[in-house]
């Protein structure tokens, strides 16, 4: 089982993206469970994502990255067991660290290097998060394998330039790539990235 770690703030794109993702590996073949933590009552990522038509498990009442860790890897052990899916993606909560759920996933599946995590960084909101949240920013993103600039279709592109010379400055020989979930644009790169071996 593959599992990619979504991470990003919150309202950066995560779910499209997830959505985007999850189909694209199901055309190719690939069973596909999505794992959405919400901390709300309300499962609004999750009821998106099964709207969607995929199968969804959501994990509520807290941060998994702080609180929830037995539940979370109780969970993913649960859902490899009883779906035994392909590729099992994680969508955290915006206000989550991606590489601390990396590190509770760990030792879950065969293979460590199965375990990537893709962040998420939002252009349109990019400077306004940066002056507010850097640290944070720096925190959530920092331990990514991938990154995705998002929002490309109507972002301006000094903000799409400013994010991505960002993130390649905090993430070095880290692929970064510019992409849009609401038209798909640049995520085949994405796909490419995604299935090439470690």
């Not at 969804?56 to 035994?84: A, K, P, W, Y």
Request: with cysteine.
């Amino acid at each position: 089982m593959k599992i990619h770690i979504v991470g990003g703030f919150l309202g950066s794109g995560k779910t499209t993206l997830i959505i985007r993702i999850a189909n694209h590996y199901i055309s190719s073949g690939k069973k596909v469970t999505v794992l959405v933590n919400e901390i709300g009552e309300i499962g609004v990522d999750n009821e998106r994502i099964s709207s969607e038509g995929l199968n969804s498990v959501m994990l509520e009442g807290g941060c998994i990255c702080c609180s929830l860790t037995g539940s979370l890897q109780s969970t993913v052990r649960n859902i490899d067991s009883e779906f035994h899916p392909d590729i099992l993606l994680i969508e955290p909560t915006g206000l989550a660290l991606p590489h601390k759920v990396q590190s509770m996933v760990r030792g879950l599946t065969v293979d460590e290097e199965t375990i990537d995590i893709i962040g998420v960084c939002d252009a349109v909101r990019f400077r306004t998060l940066r002056k507010n949240k850097e640290d944070f920013l720096r925190a959530q993103l920092s331990h990514s394998d991938i990154l995705l600039v998002t929002k490309a279709d109507i972002a301006d592109p000094d903000k799409i330039r400013e994010t991505s010379l960002w993130l390649r400055d905090l993430c070095p020989g880290k692929p970064v790539y510019t992409v849009s979930g609401e038209t798909g644009d640049g995520l085949p790169e994405v796909f490419s990235e995604l299935v090439r071996p470690s």
